[in-house]
T-cell receptor, first 113, second 111 residues
Framework: DPKIIQKPKYLVAVTGSEKILICEQY?????MYWYRQSAKKPLEFMFS???????DNQTASSRFQPQSSKKNHLDLQITALKPDDSATYFC????????????FGPGTRLTVL | QQKVQQSPESLIVPEGAMTSLNCTFS??????FAWYRQHSGKAPKALMS????GEKEEGRFTIHLNKASLHFSLHIRDSQPSDSALYLC???????????FGIGTRVLVRP
């Protein structure tokens, strides 16, 4: 059974619209993250949450808003979508602490037309 | 801000040969150094990690860290076609859980 679930797997959106990317983890971890990977760029850290509290935000734009309704959920709401937002968005989880391995979900591939 | 760079960009190795990958980082206070492997269309998956200077071996994989030279490496002995993938090095920040990744080295192992 998959331990980190991301929905949907693929998403196509029009410029200016809003979408929510879903992430649930069943590893019993207390920390969750969002990363983004686009062509020709490194896998890029966006947010970290621990015990449902925002710990770090490296996303310059307020159009990206994480939402944690339960301790094993961390969704990502993206508003006013732009073509540059096209990327694969990975959710990850771990125990909180610098020495713990982060486990990645399968990703949501977002295309903005 | 942490900068992580990888070399080479891509590599073709014959089956059975040694694959050697390099990673440099900029923050000398970094504490955690890892290699992730990502097959096409899949999630990155951690291969190995190291915390202190030296070497660590797990099966065919060896990771080597030299903090003074801000460098760590991954060596894959007896490379197999199934090792063909994108290899990402990752370094944690000194304040917590943010992983900074390199852009990756694409490895192709030819039978």
């Amino acid at each position: 059974d998959p331990k980190i679930i991301q929905k949907p797997k693929y998403l196509v959106a029009v410029t200016g619209s809003e979408k929510i990317l879903i992430c649930e983890q069943y590893l019993g971890h207390n920390a969750m993250y969002w990363y983004r990977q686009s062509a020709k760029k490194p896998l890029e850290f966006m947010f970290s949450y621990s015990y449902q509290k925002l710990m770090d935000n490296q996303t310059a734009s307020s159009r990206f808003q994480p939402q944690s309704s339960k301790k094993n959920h961390l969704d990502l709401q993206i508003t006013a979508l732009k073509p540059d937002d096209s990327a694969t968005y990975f959710c990850a989880s771990s125990q909180w602490g610098s020495s713990y391995e982060q486990y990645f979900g399968p990703g949501t591939r977002l295309t903005v037309l | 801000q942490q900068k992580v760079q990888q070399s080479p960009e891509s590599l073709i190795v014959p089956e059975g040969a040694m694959t050697s990958l390099n990673c440099t980082f900029s923050d000398s206070a970094s504490q955690y150094f890892a290699w992730y492997r990502q097959h096409s269309g899949k999630a990155p998956k951690a291969l190995m990690s190291i915390f202190s200077n030296g070497e660590k071996e797990e099966g065919r994989f060896t990771i080597h860290l030299n903090k003074a030279s801000l460098h760590f490496s991954l060596h894959i002995r007896d490379s197999q076609p199934s090792d063909s993938a994108l290899y990402l090095c990752a370094v944690n920040n000194s304040a917590g859980n943010k992983l900074t990744f390199g852009i990756g080295t694409r490895v192709l192992v030819r039978p």
